[in-house]
């Protein structure tokens, strides 16, 4: 048995809080995490809707019933499956969209990436991957994956502010995970601003808004 491959045209879909216009100073493009869709992870971003913030959630592409062969459905970025493929796909995607956004919106806009749980990897493995025009990272409830290039990483991530987000109550988020997350991010010369809230493995509007005007 040989494996093929074929590249094929998709069609991706996004979400969008705000308008473009000249009045945009700040463009959020936030990822979603496993299981999750585009349109309601949107709405915990409803507090920077301020008219100078353009809010944009693509969604992963591979969805899938969360119970059973039927009802509620979910999204994930990518399996264990093919994996090289699908990142490779993912960059792709999220490369268009971002040049897409920034057609619209003055040049001096700045550009902030959010990944929330899976959708932080996603994320990170985009950055990593290519000259993506991005002023900061915001790391929330998320695991940076071990499997950046180091070489790539170091000049992808270089004087790239980054924020690391979570809940002082998610049970995704233990004390060792986290000790290896941040030595793993120490590796690549990041040292994230750290925020947490007492919550769990969720996103939390108070929280989001500081990230948003202090970073």
């Not at 980054?162 to 941040?182: C, H, M, N």
């Not at 690549?188 to 202090?214: C, D, K, M, N, R």
């Amino acid at each position: 048995m040989e494996e093929h491959k074929l590249t094929v045209p998709r069609t991706a879909r996004y979400y969008t809080l705000g308008t473009p216009s000249d009045a945009i100073q700040d463009l959020w493009i936030v990822c979603h995490g496993y299981g999750q869709l585009g349109r309601y992870f949107l709405r915990h971003f409803s507090v920077l809707d301020d008219g100078k913030t353009l809010v944009v959630a693509p969604e992963a592409m591979s969805r899938f019933y969360l119970d059973g062969f039927s009802g509620r459905v979910g999204a994930t970025w990518m399996t264990k499956e093919d994996r090289l493929s699908e990142i490779d796909d993912q960059t792709h995607y999220l490369d268009l969209l971002l040049a897409e956004q920034l057609k619209q919106l003055p040049e001096n806009v700045r550009v902030t990436v959010l990944g929330f749980s899976q959708g932080g990897a996603a994320v990170s493995r985009w950055l990593a991957n290519g000259n993506v025009p991005v002023h900061r990272l915001v790391l929330w409830a998320a695991a940076f994956p071990e499997d950046i290039d180091f070489t790539a990483g170091k000049a992808a991530f270089a004087h790239l502010p980054v924020a690391l987000v979570y809940g002082t109550q998610d049970q995704f988020i233990t004390p060792e995970k986290l000790e290896q997350k941040q030595a793993l991010m120490a590796q690549l010369g990041i040292q994230p601003q750290v925020y947490t809230f007492e919550s769990g493995h969720t996103l939390h509007p108070e929280t989001l808004l500081a990230v948003h005007q202090q970073l």
